[in-house]
């Protein structure tokens, strides 16, 4: 299916079988080469997500660009986001969106889910609020007065629950939501001052009340490298609910091949977020798919690495190689002797131990 060699592996030990024809090696041979012939087709798997760990110089940069330039040369009708932390995701052939105090560009959070069973500002309110929440961590009182703001800032803009065509009006941004704060406290709200302090970064950043892109391009890369972990967390926990919902409401499709990916390099930053345990769950079906990095499999929950059909190890810290071992079925002994840009694959049932092709030697490739 991958590559000229591979066998189930029942129980936790990493083994490589040879191929049984020439024929069956010929047809395996479609996809994406990660390297050493071994090739990963979404296609040919129950999903087409993929779940990546590396410590810190284990290549995981280098496999990530890789993965992510040989898929718009290989499906080059696919459109790519990369959610960029680091700022180090760089590609031949981007568009790259900046998001920093001075960027003329934003992410609304804002932005409606149109579904009409599952969307509406109402809906939308409560999942921003979830959101910083979570990031700024709001108290109790802080999530209902947020609550409470964001229907306003909706119906202000003339956007009601009660009224779905009003959805597609213009949508209010945290320009809308700082005014409605001040006028708070203006009007002597004493919570409202402490939620203010609280967003205070968010507001002084602005990227959350900036035009947001139309986001057209191929391939599309969000550099959150220059804003604070908890903003730059927003914004990503933003953009991925924005592309589920978009794929959501386009319906089911019948191809196996995703028309959307997603890449996020570092999960820790979304740890606590549902967005893509939703993705994991539900984006097959609607045509996206998710590529999910981190230095730690604690960064990744049980539904990620659960229904991720795709899992590619790269050296792990030695603090990890047992429990790694045990919760992706690998051998212990291998996981320990990895070298950099060297990975233990697993795809669905069948694992292969590969040599990464990295980002820097594919466009040496292609002049």
């Not at 191929?19 to 087409?48: F, K, M, R």
């Not at 209902?144 to 803009?157: D, K, S, V």
């Not at 057209?216 to 919902?245: F, T, V």
């Not at 899992?311 to 919760?327: F, G, H, M, W």
Request: glycine share 8%; hydrophobic share 35%; net charge neutral.
């Amino acid at each position: 299916m991958f590559s000229k060699k591979h066998k189930p592996l029942p129980n936790p030990v990493f083994q490589v079988a040879e191929s049984s024809s020439t024929t069956e090696a010929l047809l395996e041979q479609t996809g994406i080469l990660l390297g050493d012939n071994c090739y990963w087709n979404p296609v040919a798997l129950p999903n087409g997500h993929i779940v990546v760990i590396g410590a810190s110089g284990s290549g995981k940069t280098q496999t990530l660009k890789a993965i992510a330039y040989s898929m718009r040369q290989t499906y080059p009708d696919i459109q790519v986001f990369c959610v960029d932390f680091h700022g180090d995701q760089e590609i031949i052939g981007e568009t790259c969106y900046p998001l920093h105090m001075a960027s003329p560009h934003g992410i609304n959070p804002l932005v409606i889910n149109l579904d009409p069973e599952g969307g509406g500002p109402n809906l939308q309110a409560i999942a921003v609020t979830q959101t910083l929440k979570r990031s700024l961590q709001l108290g109790p009182n802080q999530e209902g007065l947020m609550l409470e703001i964001l229907e306003t800032c909706y119906n202000l803009r003339g956007i009601t629950q009660e009224q779905p065509t009003s959805w597609t009006k213009k949508t209010p941004n945290f320009s809308d939501i700082q005014k409605v704060i001040e006028g708070r406290i203006e009007n002597g709200c004493k919570e409202s001052v402490k939620l203010k302090l609280k967003m205070a970064a968010s507001f002084q950043y602005g990227v959350f009340s900036r035009p947001q892109p139309e986001f057209k391009e191929k391939h599309i890369r969000i550099d959150l490298s220059k804003l604070p972990p908890e903003i730059g967390a927003i914004a990503a926990e933003s953009l991925a609910w924005q592309l589920m919902n978009q794929h959501r409401l386009g319906g089911e499709r019948s191809e196996k091949l995703p028309c959307t990916y997603l890449v996020i390099d570092e999960a820790k930053e979304l740890k606590k977020s549902r967005a893509c345990d939703r993705i994991i769950a539900d984006g097959r079906k609607y045509g996206l798919g998710l590529i999910l990095a981190s230095q730690s499999e604690r960064h990744l929950s049980a539904d990620v690495i659960g229904n991720s059909s795709t899992k590619i190890v790269l050296p792990v810290d030695s603090s990890e190689v047992k429990k790694v071992a045990a919760k992706f079925r690998l051998a212990e002994n291998k996981l320990a002797q990895l070298k950099e840009l060297s990975a233990l694959c697993r795809f669905g049932k069948d694992a292969e131990q590969v040599n990464i092709l990295p980002y820097y030697q594919r466009i040496e490739q292609h002049g």
